[in-house]
């Protein structure tokens, strides 16, 4: 893998705006976003009217079953439907993007990256959004063997979640890991290009419910 590659440069992204690429939010350099800028692009949406979204009650409790069936579950235990049902319940979400680095050729997050993680951490800590269920996926460019990707994506999302846990007291069976490689670029017309290096963070509790 080349230099340019392995550099990791990741776009965590909560939220998301279609299946296929996961959308873009608020865009932030990492050193940029505070606790409260993510805290406020992450609040749970107020719900809907009944008459403005009558199917949306119905479809709640589905998600829901769902999300819990991936709680503690290895990210490579989770199989292409899988991973494709997640990226689907994910449209709609609050989110925001931060970029993050990697060490070259790691999973290992850089110094430059410490302050984005921290506010993320420091966010998703916040009792304002107690209740929530998040998804950490992690995604690569197309540089590197298909295999290599996967790997390199799924590694990524577990270094995110292993520091929320151990250093935010995040609980690990509301962080569900989920690896993409290079499946998913947010730049599909360049999937070399760097932006396609994210690890995403979705906010699937998406209305004020789950603070109750």
Same mark, same amino acid.
């Given at each position: *893998?080349?230099? +340019?590659? !392995?550099?990791?440069?990741?776009?965590?992204?909560?939220?998301?705006?279609?299946?296929?690429?996961?959308?873009?939010? *608020?865009?932030?350099?990492?050193?940029?976003?505070?606790?409260?800028?993510?805290?406020?692009?992450?609040?749970?949406?107020? %719900?809907? +009217?009944? #008459?403005? #979204? @009558?199917?949306?009650?119905?479809?709640? @409790?589905?998600?829901?079953?769902?999300?819990?069936?991936?709680?503690?579950?290895?990210?490579?235990?989770? #199989?292409? !439907?899988?991973?494709?049902?997640?990226?689907? *319940?994910?449209?709609?979400?609050?989110?925001?993007?931060?970029?993050?680095?990697?060490?070259?050729?790691?999973?290992?997050?850089?110094?430059?990256?410490?302050?984005?993680?921290?506010?993320?951490?420091?966010?998703?800590?916040?009792?304002?959004?107690?209740? !929530? &269920?998040?998804?950490?996926?992690?995604?690569?460019?197309?540089?590197?063997?298909?295999?290599?990707?996967?790997?390199?994506?799924?590694?990524?999302?577990?270094?995110?979640?292993?520091?929320?846990?151990?250093?935010?007291?995040?609980?690990?069976?509301?962080?569900? +890991?989920?690896?993409?490689?290079?499946?998913? %670029?947010?730049?599909?017309?360049?999937? &070399?290009?760097?932006?396609?290096?994210?690890?995403?963070?979705?906010? *699937?509790? !998406?209305?004020?419910?789950? #603070?109750?």
């Amino acid at each position: *893998m080349s230099t +340019t590659s !392995s550099l990791g440069i990741f776009r965590v992204l909560l939220g998301v705006g279609t299946a296929l690429s996961f959308g873009a939010g *608020m865009a932030f350099a990492a050193d940029d976003a505070t606790e409260d800028q993510i805290l406020r692009a992450l609040a749970p949406k107020k %719900p809907l +009217t009944r #008459s403005l #979204s @009558p199917s949306r009650p119905a479809a709640e @409790p589905a998600e829901r079953q769902f999300v819990d069936t991936l709680r503690n579950r290895p990210t490579r235990s989770l #199989s292409s !439907s899988e991973r494709e049902q997640i990226a689907a *319940m994910a449209k709609d979400k609050p989110n925001i993007d931060l970029e993050i680095t990697f060490e070259y050729n790691s999973a290992n997050i850089s110094r430059k990256a410490e302050p984005a993680v921290e506010a993320l951490g420091k966010a998703l800590a916040n009792p304002d959004l107690r209740g !929530s &269920t998040f998804v950490v996926a992690g995604h690569t460019d197309s540089i590197g063997s298909d295999n290599y990707n996967q790997d390199l994506s799924e590694r990524r999302a577990d270094t995110i979640k292993r520091v929320l846990v151990e250093k935010y007291g995040i609980a690990g069976a509301d962080l569900v +890991t989920v690896g993409y490689g290079e499946s998913k %670029p947010k730049n599909a017309d360049n999937p &070399t290009d760097a932006s396609n290096r994210r690890v995403q963070v979705v906010n *699937m509790t !998406s209305q004020t419910t789950a #603070s109750k």
